[in-house]
Every structure is written in structure tokens, then in C-alpha cells.
């Protein structure tokens, strides 16, 4: 596969490279290719090569000691990956990366894009755009993960205290009561009162549940239960 | 103390029962509910979800949910849904 300098203008970050750039990084690039299921590297490793994908798709995962494996992302044709030993020289990668399919990336050295950020500001700029485009997007998955547990547990609590104190109260439709307070249900389910009723205010807007002064009445049984074991959509 | 084995005579599972009833009546029933893959055995819901509620909640024929609760060891295919 034949890279020509201009070719890396499709790479965010040297959009706006000059030409001069532009052919020394393709003079000092290695292309790699690597078989579907291979890898560019391993979790752990010294980040020594800074890479841009050309063909091909890569998934960057990282494991616990426990062997557990979490996919972060998805890399795709002119993505750049594994671009912290050109920021710190010392980084080892944090991510295995692994081809999903027979993919080609060009490796640059870290250490020669670490030196040329010393004197290119476009550089230093579309890495940054990078990095906060990464942080904005691990911003909203923390909060979707923090906000799913609560909502979880608050859910199981309100499920388990019906099946325990509940009653139904209506014939035709599957409704029930639960005797507890707003306050209660926060000391019950380990939370505080701020994530309870904000949780509560949330569902009794979707129609799951409706509250009283001393009460929570499920209105939607089978959507709490979703809720509750995390179910997609029956 | 004898015990009668082979009943004769069997109780019919109505549509007003409660999942748990039906549970505590033939725990077999458990097989038709993961078969449809409902979600209802361990749900904390069984002491007041009737199987009508069941049917109505996962969209099956209720008729034919009652005709397999009664008989879980004969109950045919899954029940296709929507």
C-alpha cells in the first residue's frame, strides 16, 4: 500500500500540515499490516510508535488483572491511535490494540513526533483537539455508568419492598402500593434524598411510578423491572 | 404415611392466578416461562402479576399461556410475540 504525503491531509491532526511535514513523516514511517484478530501492540508495552490507521479497522480494549476486557474504542481509516508516547516519552500504552478485520497503519516514533511538537503548533493544537474529544466522551459515559447503578439499585429496592409490604390496588391494571416515604426509600436504598427524588421525579415523568406524601405507587410493574435487572427493551 | 403419586384429578390454572400461585402449584411451570424467555420466575412481581397480566405484559395469546401452564411437560414451540 502506497501512501503519498498528501494523502496524510485526511488525518485530522496534520490537516494542516505543511508539505515539508507531510513528507517527512511518510519518510519516517514504517507502514504495518496486520491480520484480522493480530495486533499493533499490547496493554503494557512501551508506547514507542505513534499510529495512523490507513485500512482496516482496530479496537483498543484494555484488561483488569482479573482478565475482564473493556472495549474503549473503535479506530477507523485515518484515525490516529496511540498517540501518548509522542506527549510523554516514558508512557507505556494503556490499551491492547487488535485488528477486527486485516488492517494497515503507518507507526511513527513517538520520540520523532515528540521532537516535532517542540516547533509545531498545529501539531500541539489538533492533539489537544483529540484529547478533549476523548475526555468529553469518557465525561458522558461515567456519568451514564454512575447514573445506570443508582437508578438499578433504586429500582431492585422499590421492587423488593413491594413484594415485601406492597398491595395491589387496582383489579383490572397491575398497580401497587408501597407504604414508604421519599425519606425512606432514600435510608433504605443506601442513597441520599437529592438522587432519590431526583430518580423518583424522573420516573413519575416517564409514568412508571406515581408518589405521595407516604407512598410510591408503581404504576408500570414490568418497566421497573427492566430497570431493575437491566433489561434491553422485550 | 402413603402418599397418591398419579392424581387424577388436576387443578386448572386460571388467568386470575398469581405467578406465584402457579409456581407453588407445579413448579414445572417454570419451564414454559423460560422457554418464552418471560422473565418471571425470581421477579419480584409474582405475588401480584395474574397471568393475564403476564400475557398482556409480553404480548402472548393468553389462552394458549394457560393451556402450557397446565401443561408444562406437553407445551408446544415458543408462541411467536407481537
Given at each position: 500500500m502506497k501512501i503519498t504525503p498528501?494523502?496524510?491531509?485526511?488525518?485530522d491532526v496534520f490537516k494542516d500540515a505543511p508539505l515539508e511535514d507531510l513528507d517527512l513523516l511518510v519518510e519516517k514511517s514504517i507502514l504495518r499490516s496486520i491480520e484480522e484478530d493480530g495486533f499493533f501492540f499490547f496493554q503494557g508495552?512501551?508506547?514507542?510508535y505513534f499510529y495512523v490507521l490507513l485500512s482496516g479497522r482496530v479496537k483498543l480494549l484494555q484488561s483488569n488483572p482479573s482478565g475482564q476486557q473493556v472495549n474503549l474504542r473503535t479506530i477507523k481509516g485515518w484515525q490516529v491511535f496511540a498517540a501518548l508516547g509522542a506527549i510523554r516519552p516514558e508512557a507505556l500504552y494503556p490499551v491492547t490494540a487488535q485488528a477486527l478485520e486485516a488492517s494497515a497503519a503507518l507507526a511513527i516514533e513517538s520520540s520523532f513526533l515528540h521532537e516535532m511538537m517542540q516547533t509545531r503548533p498545529y501539531l500541539n493544537f489538533g492533539l489537544m483537539q483529540l484529547m478533549t474529544g476523548y475526555i468529553q466522551e469518557m465525561q458522558v459515559r461515567y456519568k451514564e455508568l454512575a447514573t445506570e447503578r443508582i437508578d438499578r439499585r433504586l429500582a431492585l429496592t422499590l421492587l423488593r419492598l413491594a413484594s415485601q409490604i406492597?398491595?395491589?390496588?387496582q383489579e383490572d391494571s397491575l398497580v401497587v402500593e408501597i407504604p414508604l416515604s421519599r425519606q425512606d426509600l432514600a435510608e433504605v436504598s443506601g442513597s441520599t434524598m437529592f438522587t432519590v427524588s431526583r430518580t423518583l421525579a424522573d420516573w413519575e415523568r416517564q409514568g412508571l411510578i406515581e408518589t405521595g406524601r407516604e407512598r410510591v405507587v408503581i404504576r408500570d410493574p414490568h418497566g421497573l423491572v427492566k430497570i431493575a435487572e437491566g433489561l434491553e427493551a422485550s | 404415611m402413603e402418599y397418591l403419586i398419579n392424581m387424577e384429578i388436576k387443578i386448572q390454572i386460571k388467568d386470575d392466578w398469581t405467578v406465584d400461585d402457579t409456581l407453588k402449584n407445579d413448579p414445572r411451570a417454570s419451564n414454559v416461562f423460560f422457554r418464552e424467555r418471560m422473565h418471571c420466575p425470581g421477579c419480584y412481581m409474582q405475588k401480584f402479576c395474574a397471568i393475564k397480566d403476564v400475557a398482556a405484559i409480553y404480548q402472548v395469546d393468553l389462552a394458549k399461556l394457560l393451556s402450557d401452564l397446565n401443561n408444562p411437560e406437553t407445551a408446544g414451540k415458543n408462541m411467536s410475540r407481537r
Amino acid at each position: 500500500m502506497k501512501i503519498t504525503p498528501t494523502d496524510l491531509r485526511n488525518v485530522d491532526v496534520f490537516k494542516d500540515a505543511p508539505l515539508e511535514d507531510l513528507d517527512l513523516l511518510v519518510e519516517k514511517s514504517i507502514l504495518r499490516s496486520i491480520e484480522e484478530d493480530g495486533f499493533f501492540f499490547f496493554q503494557g508495552d512501551p508506547a514507542a510508535y505513534f499510529y495512523v490507521l490507513l485500512s482496516g479497522r482496530v479496537k483498543l480494549l484494555q484488561s483488569n488483572p482479573s482478565g475482564q476486557q473493556v472495549n474503549l474504542r473503535t479506530i477507523k481509516g485515518w484515525q490516529v491511535f496511540a498517540a501518548l508516547g509522542a506527549i510523554r516519552p516514558e508512557a507505556l500504552y494503556p490499551v491492547t490494540a487488535q485488528a477486527l478485520e486485516a488492517s494497515a497503519a503507518l507507526a511513527i516514533e513517538s520520540s520523532f513526533l515528540h521532537e516535532m511538537m517542540q516547533t509545531r503548533p498545529y501539531l500541539n493544537f489538533g492533539l489537544m483537539q483529540l484529547m478533549t474529544g476523548y475526555i468529553q466522551e469518557m465525561q458522558v459515559r461515567y456519568k451514564e455508568l454512575a447514573t445506570e447503578r443508582i437508578d438499578r439499585r433504586l429500582a431492585l429496592t422499590l421492587l423488593r419492598l413491594a413484594s415485601q409490604i406492597g398491595t395491589r390496588i387496582q383489579e383490572d391494571s397491575l398497580v401497587v402500593e408501597i407504604p414508604l416515604s421519599r425519606q425512606d426509600l432514600a435510608e433504605v436504598s443506601g442513597s441520599t434524598m437529592f438522587t432519590v427524588s431526583r430518580t423518583l421525579a424522573d420516573w413519575e415523568r416517564q409514568g412508571l411510578i406515581e408518589t405521595g406524601r407516604e407512598r410510591v405507587v408503581i404504576r408500570d410493574p414490568h418497566g421497573l423491572v427492566k430497570i431493575a435487572e437491566g433489561l434491553e427493551a422485550s | 404415611m402413603e402418599y397418591l403419586i398419579n392424581m387424577e384429578i388436576k387443578i386448572q390454572i386460571k388467568d386470575d392466578w398469581t405467578v406465584d400461585d402457579t409456581l407453588k402449584n407445579d413448579p414445572r411451570a417454570s419451564n414454559v416461562f423460560f422457554r418464552e424467555r418471560m422473565h418471571c420466575p425470581g421477579c419480584y412481581m409474582q405475588k401480584f402479576c395474574a397471568i393475564k397480566d403476564v400475557a398482556a405484559i409480553y404480548q402472548v395469546d393468553l389462552a394458549k399461556l394457560l393451556s402450557d401452564l397446565n401443561n408444562p411437560e406437553t407445551a408446544g414451540k415458543n408462541m411467536s410475540r407481537r
